[in-house]
């Protein structure tokens, strides 16, 4: 986090090499996230490359007291890809919020890019779906309940569940990190 | 908004995906920025969800971030030519400016100097022409004076047979010892010859000087003792002798 801090102002001071080593730490979480959005990887291409322009134009106006730079840059990719979706695509979305289903078939992607990772895959499926819907398909909360089918306010506590679980097991592979770290 | 109500609708979670509206965003960060228990539960779910991204990271082709990089060169390249183009354009139009006020000035200096030289050619003119007019006045008083004198005697001067038409009065006053002709009356001679006019003292001839060819009156010398005057025409400029064949007036003085 200090590195970041550094880089971060490195970055705001327009360092080529800052924007290029924060690139390397985050581009591949926020390409990703584009790309399960999109599911088009020339276009998430675009609005990945699109998306670190714009965190290089506007770094100045990032506040690390608000939160994370990668939460900042994450609401960055996902707005851009939010708005490309309604644009390019007005008439993809149905009555049921859902940007994608109606056009499933027709796109072609590599299928291990929609594939989920690590502890995610550890969840029940509820629990994972509700986080995949709002963090990898840039679903809100409102649109998830209602793709999931599901009340809002259980929905909200699938999510809130998941996230549990998930801290569960990142400070299990933490605490086995530290175990290792003190054996050594 | 308070802290039960965030927590119980889940809007730390909206807040951090991006779903809220400008007005959601800012009440929630107003009550984060004053509820550190509630501060430390959003880091928590931040850094989950920052894992979350990082563990399902998807390598972008290389050449994305390379594309990226030349972007920015060419972006901060076209802004600075653009300033520089911008530069160079403002300093052309002041260089064109200082340019011609640069040629308006030598020019003005010139004008102003032309002028200067002939304020002082004027101011020449003017002296010399002061002076000849003074002289020139002094010189008509002079005449004027002698004509006027009360001892002043006219003798008219007739044309003989080489100059029947021409006469010429002069004016003698023996008291102030000058003498004034008039020489309207004189027929006009070439170049090559001028009038000249003597006094004939006991037999000899004695000049008393040629008569200029642009004036109509004159003084001319006086010569004491002179029993008449005569004029005859010589050689332009004059003659030390009288040439006696072209004797065309003369007059006896009492």
Known sequence: MQNDNFLIQQLKDKDELALSLLYDKYAGAIYSVIVKMVRDEGKAQNLLQDTFMTVWDKAESYDASKGRFYTWIFRIARNKTLNFLRKVEPLIQTDDFSVYDSKEEAISIDARYLELNGAITTLEQHHKEAIELVYFKGLTHKEAHQQMNVPLGTFKSYVRQALKQLRKAYTKSLSVLLLILNAL | ?254
Not at chain 2, 35 to 48: G, H, N, R, S
Not at chain 2, 73 to 95: C, M, Q
Not at chain 2, 127 to 149: G, Y
Not at chain 2, 165 to 180: F, I
């Open chain 2, 1 to 254: 908004m308070d802290k039960k109500t965030i927590l119980d609708n889940g809007l730390l979670e909206q807040y951090l995906l991006g779903e809220l509206n400008a007005q959601e965003c800012e009440q929630i960060e107003q009550v984060l920025a004053f509820d550190t228990e509630l501060k430390a539960q959003f880091d928590a779910i931040e850094k989950d969800f920052e894992t979350l991204g990082l563990e399902n990271a998807i390598e972008p082709p290389k050449g994305i971030k390379y594309q990226l990089i030349q972007d920015i060169r060419e972006a901060k390249d076209t802004k600075n030519n653009r300033s520089n183009t911008n530069l160079k354009y403002y300093l052309g139009i002041a260089a064109s400016v200082a340019a011609l006020l640069m040629l308006g000035n030598f020019w003005m200096y010139n004008e102003l100097n032309e002028v200067k030289d002939q304020l002082q050619t004027v101011e020449t003119e003017k002296t010399e022409l002061n002076d000849k007019l003074n002289k020139q006045i002094d010189n008509d008083i002079a005449l004027f004076s002698t004509i006027a004198h009360p001892d002043t005697e006219q003798y008219v001067l007739k044309g003989n047979t080489l100059m029947p038409d021409g006469k010429v009065v002069s004016y003698v006053n023996h008291s102030t010892k000058s003498v004034v002709i008039n020489t309207e009356r004189l027929p006009k001679l070439d170049a090559e010859h001028d009038y000249q006019m003597w006094a004939d003292v006991e037999g000899e001839m004695i000049n008393m000087g040629v008569i200029a060819k642009d004036q109509n009156l004159m003084a001319m010398n006086y010569i004491d003792h002179a029993e008449s005057l005569n004029i005859t025409i010589e050689p332009a400029g004059g003659n030390d002798h009288p040439t006696v064949s072209q004797l065309v007036t003369n007059v006896y003085l009492n």
